[in-house]
């Protein structure tokens, strides 16, 4: 998979037309054109992390104590529920998440925590997702991140698209699988006594009727939201 932002919809469509990999039988593409009110993005760390946060310039912020604040980091939720919204050829409103983790600064011992107490957790609920569709997750991917020329970095994220965002958040403020993905991480906080590097991130997006694009031969899961 590659994962690509551009600032300019127009500079990404002249690169698709022009890219030979795109044209490769079993090759999906997927684009979301993102208004900069529909997004959100969070930092565990002021140090450089992946995501939305290289192009635009966002504050930090001390407002994710508690459920439904990334909905309250996203502008136009001030005027609009954000709910799935009938369109063609797919819905409005479709959630992507991007949620991804850094390990590269752990010493041995926040290693061993994380490995064996919260990542089995976060792969278990990533798994979840992708096999309980009446959660309102269209598609749920664990990726283990590399460089462009394939060397493995010590990173992970978790790409997902949902019907909307209330699907989203219920999932995670309720089902016992992020409940333990989020308790196990506490845990790991308290048997460091707070001194952590692992450095975790996350954007969220509501893409407005018309922004995602699918191309390719192969079938893309977000036709299943129609």
């Not at 994962?3 to 030979?20: H, K």
């Not at 219920?170 to 089902?175: C, E, G, L, M, V």
Request: hydrophobic letters at 40%; charged letters at 20%.
């Amino acid at each position: 998979m590659f994962l690509g932002y551009w600032t300019d919809p127009e500079l990404q469509i002249r690169w698709c037309q022009r890219s030979q990999a795109l044209k490769r039988p079993g090759v999906l593409s997927e684009t979301a054109v993102i208004p900069a009110d529909h997004w959100e993005t969070l930092h565990s760390t002021p140090e450089t992390t992946p995501g939305i946060r290289n192009l635009v310039a966002a504050g930090f912020t001390d407002i994710h104590e508690y459920w439904g604040s990334a909905r309250d980091r996203i502008s136009a939720s001030a005027d609009s529920p954000l709910a799935s919204a009938p369109a063609d050829p797919l819905p409005g409103n479709l959630c992507l998440i991007r949620s991804g983790q850094i390990w590269e600064h752990c010493n041995s011992r926040e290693r061993s925590l994380y490995f064996n107490d919260v990542e089995p957790n976060l792969s278990a609920g990533i798994d979840f997702l992708a096999e309980h569709p009446e959660t309102g997750c269209i598609s749920s991917r664990f990726l283990r991140e590399q460089t462009i020329d394939g060397e493995d970095l010590e990173s992970t994220s978790f790409v997902g698209w949902f019907h909307d965002l209330e699907s989203l958040e219920d999932w995670s403020k309720t089902h016992p699988t992020h409940l333990a993905i989020f308790n196990s991480f506490l845990t790991m906080v308290a048997d460091m006594d707070s001194q952590i590097e692992l450095r975790l991130w996350h954007e969220v997006a509501v893409v407005p009727a018309g922004g995602v694009h699918v191309a390719g031969t192969k079938r893309s899961p977000l036709k299943a939201a129609k």
